[in-house]
C-alpha cells in the first residue's frame, strides 16, 4: 500500500515538472516510473475498483500520454526504418500504446456507454501497437496470428475450432517461455555496456506485449459484443447515471477448475436445504394419494379415507350391510374369507407367551 502510494506520488510529481520540450532524461524517468507504477497495480492484492488503485490507474494513462506526446516531439521513429535501426534506448517506447490498452481496459465505471468508449479506445490502442510491430517485422512468429484474426475479419469466416484451439495453446507456452528470458535477462538494464543484452531483453519484452495484445484484442471484443446486447445502451447518459449512482458493485463469484474446487466451494450449492422436513412429507404424502387415485377405478373406502373425507362405523356397517343383500360378489367374497379366517382362528387362540 505505501509503495504503491509513493509510486502515485512520484508519477504525479514526473508529469506536472517534466519538460514537455526534448529532453531524453525526463522521458525515459516518467515511462520507466509509470511501467513501475503498472506493475505495482497488477501484482496489488486490492479490489479492481479501490480507490486508490483506480488513481493509480488514471495517473498511470495520463503518463503514459504524456511519454506519446514527447516521443512524437522528440522524433524517435520513422516508419521508413527497420528494427535493426532502431536505437537501443528507444525500442522500449513501442509499447506505449499496448501499455495504454491494458490500463484503459482496467478502468472501473458504472456507466455502460463510458465503459463500451475505453474499451474502444483499448482496441485502437493496441491495433496501433500490433501494425507498428508489424511495420518493423518483429515477432512474425507471434503476428502470424494478428494476421489470420484480421483475415477472418475481412472475410467473415470463422475459425477453425481445432486449429484456434491449438494456436492458444501454444501462445500460452511461448508467452512463458518470454516471462522465464525477460527474468534472465532484466539485469542487463543495471549495466549499460551490455547493450547487445539490453537490446535482446527489449525485444523479449516487445513480443511478450505482443501476445497480451492480441490476447486482450479478442476479450475487448467479446465484451463490445456483450454491451451491445444491454438495453441501458439506449438510455441517455444522465438517467444512468442518476439510476446507477448508489448501485454497490457486484461480488466476485469462483469458476471452480476441478471437482475438489467444486465441492469446497459448493458449486451449485447442492447441500443447500430447499424445503423443510415438513414440506418435503407433506409434498410426498400428496403425490402417493394422487398416484392412488390414478391407479384406482371406482370410488371405494380406502379411496374416501384417502381424500380426507372418513366415515364412522356406523356408516360403514350399514354399507357393507347393503352390499350383501345386494349379493355384492367382492363383498361376499371377503365376508367369506374373513369367516373362514375366525373359524380357524378363535379368539384368544393368538399371543399365548408360548404356553401351549
Not at 227 to 256: C, Q, S, V, W, Y
Amino acid at each position: 500500500m505505501a509503495e504503491l502510494s509513493l509510486a502515485i506520488d512520484s508519477v504525479k510529481h514526473l508529469i506536472f515538472d517534466s519538460d514537455d520540450e526534448k529532453n531524453d532524461t525526463e522521458l525515459s524517468k516518467l515511462f520507466d516510473s509509470c511501467l513501475r507504477l503498472r506493475e505495482l497495480m497488477e501484482d496489488s492484492s486490492l479490489p479492481s475498483n479501490d480507490n486508490e488503485l483506480q488513481e493509480g490507474v488514471h495517473v498511470c494513462i495520463k503518463g503514459l500520454e504524456k511519454c506519446t506526446f514527447m516521443v512524437n516531439e522528440l522524433g524517435l521513429f520513422s516508419s521508413n526504418e527497420t528494427a535493426d535501426e532502431l536505437q537501443t534506448s528507444s525500442i522500449k517506447y513501442l509499447i506505449l500504446p499496448a501499455a495504454l490498452g491494458c490500463l484503459n481496459l482496467t478502468v472501473q465505471s458504472i456507466d455502460l456507454l463510458e465503459r463500451k468508449e475505453y474499451v474502444e479506445k483499448a482496441e485502437i490502442y493496441f491495433r496501433d501497437f500490433l501494425f507498428r510491430c508489424a511495420n518493423y517485422e518483429l515477432c512474425e512468429t507471434s503476428l502470424r496470428y494478428f494476421k489470420e484474426i484480421l483475415d477472418c475479419e475481412t472475410s467473415e469466416k470463422r475459425p477453425d475450432p481445432q486449429s484456434l484451439r491449438e494456436q492458444k495453446i501454444q501462445q500460452y507456452k511461448r508467452k512463458k517461455e518470454l516471462e522465464e528470458k525477460e527474468k534472465a535477462l532484466k539485469p542487463a538494464l543495471e549495466k549499460p555496456e551490455c547493450e547487445e543484452a539490453i537490446r535482446e531483453y527489449y525485444f523479449v519484452l516487445l513480443e511478450k506485449w505482443i501476445l497480451i495484445s492480441i490476447e486482450e484484442l479478442e476479450n475487448s471484443k467479446r465484451e463490445k459484443d456483450i454491451l451491445k446486447n444491454f438495453p441501458l445502451n439506449e438510455m441517455p447518459r444522465d438517467d444512468k447515471h442518476n439510476r446507477k449512482a448508489d448501485t454497490k458493485p457486484l461480488k466476485p463469484f469462483i469458476i471452480t477448475k476441478n471437482e475438489i474446487q467444486k465441492k469446497v466451494f459448493g458449486l451449485g450449492y447442492p447441500s443447500v436445504p430447499v424445503m423443510t422436513i415438513d414440506d418435503f412429507y407433506r409434498q410426498r404424502f400428496e403425490k402417493m394419494v394422487e398416484e392412488h387415485k390414478q391407479n384406482t377405478t371406482g370410488q371405494s373406502l380406502q379411496d374416501a379415507a384417502l381424500s380426507g373425507r372418513g366415515l364412522d362405523k356406523e356408516t360403514e356397517d350399514i354399507q357393507k350391510e347393503e352390499l350383501l343383500d345386494k349379493d355384492d360378489p367382492t363383498e361376499l367374497k371377503r365376508a367369506r374369507q374373513w369367516d373362514d379366517w375366525k373359524d380357524d382362528n378363535p379368539r384368544g387362540s393368538g399371543n399365548r407367551m408360548n404356553k401351549g
